[in-house]
């Protein structure tokens, strides 16, 4: 099984990623086949309703960000190339069963330009097919021994920490903003942080690399997050490839709505907007235009700026190579997109 045709360029253009190398080029292009394989493999049941349903996500393709940083993470040490491919696997799988909640939460009718599972099939196909892939990730790792098996584990506990955590919304006298960038450390920032350490540590990378390869997926993959919020709301739609202020309509309040909240010199209408979700489109781009005008941006991209300034930092600890030039663009490249 082969990458699809320009993989690696659509990651250059979703993640900033560049690699000038051509070694390492070729390598991670090779490992990512190696992952697609794997996963083709591990969606197949005898069961037709079950094998369908689950290589559905996989077949739409994808950035596959997660199994490429778990590759990257990889060229830190010097073994364990086979066990590094099934962590990535195992990585993307996660990845994709939550996307499959995530659309039943959502009631999302579109995943990856294809028809989601919930709307093709149904909620209850979408959330077993979710729960099919969470126990392939389990085996898979439960070839790699006990402190890969303990790692995952612990990343499906926050992984769904977060997402009850940010259901429920913030509690007493818990900070709005604080809340928020903790929930998505959980939702976005972990799993990719266990695909640094995944790919650290079963490569045999020092610990201290390990360490910093997981605290650099931890920051960027907040940061990830921060720089979706602030692009769905400054960049015009035609940029976007979709509808502006998608976050508005569903009624989610992210970080640049949060601070704006928190100025005391908010504008009275977009608190009154913010209230609940935007159904008309001339509300949409009323808030919108608050939004742009709000200190509430321009804070979000602030918070952005450290959190990129903080991945990059963390890689310092790391031998220089094109590996770590690679990861460094990353966190380059999502302050560069909200300019």
């Known amino acids: 099984m082969s990458l699809p045709d320009g993989a690696l360029e659509e990651l250059r253009a979703a993640v900033g990623l560049r690699i000038a190398d051509p070694a390492l080029l070729s390598d ?22 079950v094998a369908e349903a689950a290589s559905h996500l996989v077949e739409a ?15 830190f040490g010097e073994t364990g190339r086979d066990a590094v491919v099934t962590a990535a696997a195992a990585v993307e799988l996660v990845h994709l069963a939550t996307l499959y909640h995530d659309d039943v939460m959502d009631e999302a009718t579109m995943r990856r330009g294809a028809e989601s599972v919930n709307a093709r099939w149904d909620n209850t196909i979408a ?10 990730a389990s085996r898979l790792v439960a070839d790699l021994g006990t402190d890969a098996a303990r790692i995952i584990a612990e990343t ?31 939702k976005t920032g972990s799993l990719i942080a266990t695909a640094g350490r995944f790919g650290g540590m079963l490569s045999g990378a020092r610990p201290e690399y390990v360490e910093a390869l997981c605290r650099y997926g931890q920051l960027v993959g907040t940061a990830f997050q921060i720089s979706d919020d602030v692009i769905d709301i400054a960049s015009p739609s035609a940029e976007l490839g979709k509808s502006q202020g998608t976050d508005l309509r569903e009624g989610v309040r992210t970080l640049p709505m949060l601070y704006a909240l928190a100025d005391g010199d908010t504008e009275p209408r977009l608190a009154e907007l913010l209230g609940e979700p935007l159904t008309e489109d001339a509300l949409v781009e009323e808030a919108l235009g608050l939004l742009r005008s709000s ?45």
């Open 127 to 136: 959330i077993l097919t979710g729960d099919f892939l969470f126990a392939n």
């Open 28 to 49: 991670l292009a090779g490992g990512l086949n190696e992952v697609e394989t794997v996963l083709r493999q591990v969606v197949r049941s005898d069961v037709q309703a």
């Open 295 to 339: 200190s509430g941006l321009e804070r979000a991209r602030v918070t952005l700026s450290d959190y990129a300034r903080r991945a990059r930092a963390e890689l310092e600890a790391l031998p220089a190579s094109p590996a770590r030039d690679a990861c460094e663009s990353v966190a380059d490249y999502l302050v560069a997109r909200i300019r």
């Open 61 to 75: 393709g994808g950035k596959r960000f997660r199994p490429l940083f778990t590759l990257l993470a990889s060229q």
């Open 156 to 186: 499906f506990s926050e992984l769904v920490t977060g997402q009850m955590r940010e259901t429920v919304g913030p509690v007493g006298a818990e900070d709005p903003v604080e809340h928020y960038l903790s929930v998505i450390g959980q």
